[in-house]
C-alpha cells in the first residue's frame, strides 16, 4: 500500500544562516492510509519542529530529503495549499485571535478550503449544524463558540477546540502535537473519542506525545522513537509501554 | 468691506497662493463682525504647517498649493441611511430634508458667534470665516428639544468642486438626545467642515463620522464640543485618510459627572494620510473619558494620532481618563505617528494612556495559514479584527456599513 505521508532523510535547520543549528538528521518515516502513528521522544528531539516543517511554517530550511503526502511534494506547498491538501495541525500552543469568534474562522477557513481545491462553500445552516453537533461531542458550548478563538479559553478548552476544528475539517492528515497536554482525564477522553471518530481507511494521523497514557485511549498502529533528529526506533503498540517503563535512556542506550 | 484685500494679506505673514485665494474667497463675503473675527484669527497662522507644533505631522499649508478643483467626483458613496434626516453640504448650496424628526429644529444664521474655542483652531477659524455664500447661509443650527432616534446624517460631498467649507452648530437641550451620522466623501480639492456642539444638563450625543477622500484632496473636520452637567457625548470615527485629512476635536468637560467616548479608526493605503487630533479638557470634577484609537497603515501611507488630556488643579479632581492609540504598520515603508499627552495638575485622579505600534502577530498568521486560510486573507480578517474594536460604539444602524467599507479596503489593498 502507498503512504499516505512518506518522508525520506529529511534534514532540516532552525534559525539564521550564520546561527543555524540542525535540529533533523534524515528523520525517514511512513504513514499508511487508515493508520495512526505515534511519536514519542524526549525533550529536544525535534518532535514539534517536524510537525511546524511538515506544515511550512517560516524559520525552518530544509536542506536535504523530501516529504510527500499522498505523492505530492509537501515542501514546495504555501501552508495554505498543504492545509487544503488535506493536512491539519493541532498545536501544542494554540494561539488567540481576538476579535475573530471561532464560528467566523471556521467557516473562513472551511470554505477557504473548499475553494482552493475548486469546491462549493458550505451553506450557512449545513456550517451551523455540523458546528452544533461536533461542538456537542466535545462539551463546547454555543457561547464558547461565538468566543473570539482561543481567547479566555483554559488550557483544556484550548486543545477540545483544536479538535473541534479537526472535526469540522475533516482533514485527511492530521498531527497531533501534545494534545493531551493540559488535559484532565475526562476532557482527554473526550478529545481521543473525537479523534478515534475521525479514524478511518481514508485518513491517517501522527500523534507526538511525551506520554503513554494519550495512547491508551487513541490506539496506535505503530511507535516510533524520535531522539537527536531522526526515527531511532519503531515498533508496535507496545513500544510505548517499554518507554514508559524503562525511560528513553534505557530504550536509547540498546538502539545506540 | 471695510478691510481692503491689501490690508488682509498684511494681516498674514507671507501668504501663499492658496491663502490668497482663501482671502479672495473672503472678500466676497457678506461683511460680518463675526466673521472677521473669525478670519482674522486663521490669519494669525495662516493654513497651519508643519512649523507649528499641533500639525507637525499634517501640513495643509505644503499639501494645499493652490486651491484647485479635485480631480475626482467624491471618493466614495455617503454611509448609507434610509430613515435618517439628511443634511447635504456642497460647493454650490445646502440641501435641507423635507420633514424633520420630531424633537429636531433647524435654524439658519448670517451672522452667529462661534460656541467659544472654535477659533482657536486654524482651520476651524477658517471655516467659521469662509462656511456660507453670498445670499446663502452661514451657519446651520441644529436644535435638539427631546430624546431622538432618527439619526441626521450630514454629507459633504464636492463634485470636482474646488473648496467645500460648511459650519454646523449643535445645541442639546437638557435631557434632550441626538443620534449625528457624518460623511465626508471628499470631491472637493479642499474641504473644511466645522461643528460645534453644546450639550446641556443630561444631554447625550452620539456622533459617528465617516471619512474618505482621494489622494489629490485636503480634508478638515473639526468638531468643538462642550459637554454640561451629566451629559454623555460618544464618538466613533472611521478615516481612510486623504492627502492630508484631518480629524480634530476640542473637547471640554465644563460640568461635573459627564462622560465622553471619543474612538477612531484609520486604514491608510499608500498616499494617504490621515490625522487624529484631540484635546480633551477635564474642566469639572468627576468627569469620564475613553479614548481608544486604532489603525493600520500600508507602505507609502501615514497615520497620525495626538491626543492630551488636560487636568487643571482644582476643578479637575477625581477625573477618569483613559487614553489607548495603537497601530498597526501592515508593510515596510506605513509610517504612524503618535504623540500622548496628559498634562495634570490635579492630585486626586485616574488617568492612563497606552500607545503601541508594530506588525501582524506571525504566529497567528501561520495559525491561520495551517486551517487554509491565504496569507492575504488572513492578514486582513486580522487587521479588520482589530480595528473593529474602536468601532464598536458607532451607531447601530451605520456600523455594519463602516466594517464593510474596512472588509473591502483591506481585501483590496492588504
Same mark, same amino acid.
Given at each position: 500500500m502507498r503512504p499516505m505521508l512518506k518522508l525520506d532523510d529529511l534534514r532540516a535547520t532552525v534559525g539564521d544562516e550564520d546561527e543555524a543549528k540542525t535540529i533533523l538528521t534524515g528523520l525517514s518515516l511512513e504513514v499508511p492510509a487508515g493508520e495512526v502513528h505515534a511519536i514519542m521522544g524526549p525533550n529536544g528531539a525535534g518532535k514539534s519542529t517536524l510537525s511546524y516543517i511538515l506544515t511550512g511554517r517560516d524559520g525552518y530550511e530544509v536542506t536535504g530529503g523530501s516529504a510527500e503526502l499522498e505523492g505530492e511534494d509537501l515542501l514546495d506547498m504555501d501552508p495554505e495549499e498543504r492545509a487544503a491538501k488535506g493536512l491539519f495541525l493541532s498545536f501544542q500552543y494554540p494561539v488567540e485571535i481576538p476579535g475573530v469568534p471561532v464560528m467566523t474562522f471556521v467557516r473562513t477557513a472551511m470554505n477557504a478550503q473548499r475553494k482552493l481545491r475548486g469546491e462549493d462553500e458550505i451553506s450557512a445552516p449545513d456550517f451551523i449544524k455540523k458546528s452544533r453537533e461536533i461542538g456537542k461531542q466535545l462539551n463546547l458550548t454555543t457561547e464558547m463558540l461565538k468566543r473570539p478563538v482561543n481567547v479566555g479559553f483554559s488550557g483544556g478548552e484550548k486543545k477540545r477546540l483544536e479538535i473541534f476544528q479537526m472535526m469540522m475539517l475533516e482533514p485527511r492528515f492530521a498531527i497531533l502535537d501534545e494534545t493531551d497536554s493540559g488535559l484532565d482525564i475526562d476532557a482527554l477522553r473526550t478529545v481521543a473519542n473525537g479523534v478515534n471518530a475521525l479514524r478511518g481507511p481514508e485518513r491517517a494521523m501522527l500523534v507526538i506525545t511525551h506520554y503513554q497514557r494519550l495512547l491508551d485511549h487513541i490506539k496506535p498502529d505503530k511507535v516510533h522513537v524520535l531522539a537527536n533528529g531522526k526515527i531511532i526506533k519503531t515498533g508496535g503498540p507496545e513500544l510505548a509501554l517499554r518507554l514508559e517503563e524503562e525511560g528513553y535512556d534505557g530504550v536509547l542506550g540498546e538502539a545506540a | 468691506m471695510t478691510v481692503s484685500i491689501e490690508a488682509l494679506k498684511e494681516k498674514f505673514r507671507n501668504?501663499?497662493?492658496?491663502?490668497?485665494?482663501?482671502?479672495?474667497?473672503?472678500?466676497?463675503?457678506?461683511?460680518?463682525?463675526?466673521?472677521?473675527?473669525?478670519?482674522?484669527?486663521?490669519?494669525?497662522?495662516?493654513?497651519?504647517?508643519?512649523?507649528?507644533? +499641533?500639525?507637525?505631522?499634517?501640513?495643509?499649508?505644503?499639501?494645499?498649493?493652490?486651491?484647485?478643483?479635485?480631480?475626482?467626483?467624491?471618493?466614495?458613496?455617503?454611509?448609507?441611511? =434610509?430613515?435618517?434626516?439628511?443634511?447635504?453640504?456642497?460647493?454650490?448650496?445646502?440641501?435641507?430634508?423635507?420633514?424633520?424628526?420630531?424633537?429636531?429644529?433647524?435654524?439658519?444664521?448670517?451672522? &452667529?458667534?462661534?460656541?467659544?474655542?472654535?477659533?482657536?483652531?486654524?482651520?476651524?477659524?477658517?471655516?467659521?470665516?469662509?462656511?456660507?455664500?453670498?445670499?446663502?447661509?452661514?451657519?446651520?443650527?441644529?436644535?435638539?428639544?427631546?430624546?431622538?432616534?432618527?439619526?441626521?446624517?450630514?454629507?459633504?460631498?464636492?463634485?470636482?468642486?474646488?473648496?467645500?467649507?460648511?459650519?454646523?452648530?449643535?445645541?442639546?437641550?437638557?435631557?434632550?438626545?441626538?443620534?449625528?451620522?457624518?460623511?465626508?466623501?471628499?470631491? +472637493?480639492? %479642499?474641504?473644511?467642515?466645522?461643528?460645534?456642539?453644546?450639550?446641556?444638563?443630561?444631554?447625550?450625543?452620539?456622533?459617528?463620522?465617516?471619512?474618505?477622500? &482621494?489622494?489629490?484632496?485636503?480634508?478638515?473636520?473639526?468638531?468643538?464640543?462642550?459637554?454640561?452637567?451629566? &451629559?454623555?457625548?460618544?464618538?466613533?470615527?472611521?478615516? %481612510?485618510?486623504?492627502?492630508?485629512?484631518?480629524?480634530?476635536?476640542?473637547?471640554?468637560?465644563?460640568?461635573?459627572?459627564?462622560?465622553?467616548?471619543?474612538?477612531?479608526?484609520?486604514?491608510?493605503?499608500?498616499?494617504?494620510?490621515?490625522?487624529?487630533?484631540?484635546?480633551?479638557?477635564?474642566?469639572?470634577?468627576?468627569?469620564?473619558?475613553?479614548?481608544?484609537?486604532?489603525?493600520?497603515?500600508?507602505?507609502?501611507?501615514?497615520?497620525? %494620532?495626538?491626543?492630551?488630556? $488636560?487636568?487643571?488643579?482644582?476643578?479637575?479632581?477625581?477625573?477618569?481618563?483613559?487614553?489607548?492609540?495603537?497601530?498597526?504598520?501592515?508593510?515596510?515603508?506605513?509610517?504612524?505617528?503618535?504623540?500622548?499627552?496628559?498634562?495634570? $495638575?490635579?492630585?486626586?485622579?485616574?488617568?492612563?494612556?497606552?500607545?503601541?505600534?508594530?506588525?501582524?502577530? =506571525?504566529?497567528?498568521?501561520? $495559525?491561520?495559514?495551517?486551517?487554509?486560510?491565504?496569507?492575504?486573507?488572513?492578514?486582513?480578517?486580522?487587521?479588520?479584527?482589530?480595528?473593529?474594536? +474602536?468601532?464598536?460604539?458607532?451607531?447601530?444602524?451605520?456600523?455594519?456599513?463602516?466594517?464593510?467599507? +474596512?472588509?473591502?479596503?483591506?481585501?483590496?489593498?492588504?
Open positions: - | 501668504p501663499g497662493p492658496a491663502e490668497l485665494e482663501l482671502i479672495a474667497r473672503y472678500a466676497m463675503l457678506p461683511e460680518s463682525g463675526q466673521r472677521e473675527r473669525a478670519f482674522f484669527a486663521f490669519a494669525e497662522t495662516g493654513l497651519p504647517h508643519r512649523r507649528m507644533e +499641533a500639525w507637525k505631522w499634517t501640513d495643509f499649508k505644503n499639501a494645499i498649493g493652490a486651491v484647485e478643483a479635485s480631480k475626482h467626483a467624491s471618493q466614495a458613496a455617503p454611509l448609507p441611511t =434610509p430613515n435618517a434626516a439628511i443634511i447635504e453640504f456642497s460647493a454650490t448650496g445646502v440641501t435641507l430634508p423635507d420633514t424633520l424628526p420630531k424633537g429636531i429644529k433647524l435654524h439658519q444664521r448670517e451672522d &452667529s458667534q462661534a460656541l467659544g474655542n472654535a477659533e482657536d483652531v486654524p482651520l476651524g477659524a477658517m471655516t467659521a470665516a469662509l462656511a456660507g455664500r453670498v445670499g446663502g447661509l452661514d451657519t446651520l443650527i441644529i436644535e435638539v428639544t427631546e430624546q431622538t432616534d432618527t439619526p441626521v446624517h450630514i454629507i459633504m460631498r464636492g463634485d470636482r468642486d474646488e473648496a467645500n467649507f460648511a459650519r454646523v452648530a449643535v445645541i442639546v437641550r437638557p435631557g434632550a438626545s441626538l443620534e449625528l451620522i457624518e460623511s465626508h466623501v471628499g470631491g +472637493a480639492g %479642499f474641504s473644511s467642515f466645522l461643528i460645534e456642539i453644546g450639550m446641556q444638563e443630561g444631554g447625550h450625543v452620539r456622533r459617528t463620522v465617516f471619512q474618505r477622500g &482621494s489622494a489629490d484632496e485636503a480634508q478638515a473636520i473639526t468638531a468643538v464640543v462642550n459637554l454640561g452637567d451629566k &451629559s454623555e457625548y460618544t464618538q466613533t470615527a472611521l478615516a %481612510f485618510g486623504a492627502q492630508v485629512a484631518r480629524l480634530e476635536t476640542q473637547l471640554k468637560h465644563q460640568e461635573s459627572g459627564s462622560h465622553a467616548t471619543l474612538n477612531g479608526a484609520y486604514l491608510c493605503a499608500d498616499g494617504y494620510h490621515a490625522d487624529y487630533t484631540s484635546v480633551v479638557r477635564h474642566g469639572a470634577p468627576s468627569t469620564v473619558t475613553r479614548q481608544l484609537t486604532k489603525g493600520a497603515v500600508l507602505g507609502g501611507g501615514t497615520g497620525v %494620532f495626538q491626543g492630551k488630556f $488636560y487636568v487643571p488643579r482644582t476643578v479637575g479632581q477625581h477625573t477618569d481618563a483613559d487614553m489607548q492609540h495603537q497601530a498597526l504598520l501592515l508593510e515596510d515603508g506605513a509610517v504612524v505617528f503618535a504623540k500622548p499627552e496628559l498634562e495634570i $495638575y490635579a492630585d486626586d485622579v485616574e488617568c492612563a494612556h497606552g500607545n503601541t505600534s508594530g506588525a501582524l502577530d =506571525p504566529n497567528q498568521l501561520f $495559525y491561520m495559514r495551517q486551517r487554509g486560510i491565504p496569507e492575504a486573507d488572513a492578514r486582513a480578517l486580522l487587521t479588520e479584527a482589530f480595528i473593529a474594536e +474602536a468601532l464598536e460604539d458607532a451607531n447601530e444602524g451605520v456600523e455594519d456599513a463602516l466594517l464593510d467599507a +474596512a472588509r473591502s479596503f483591506l481585501a483590496e489593498r492588504v
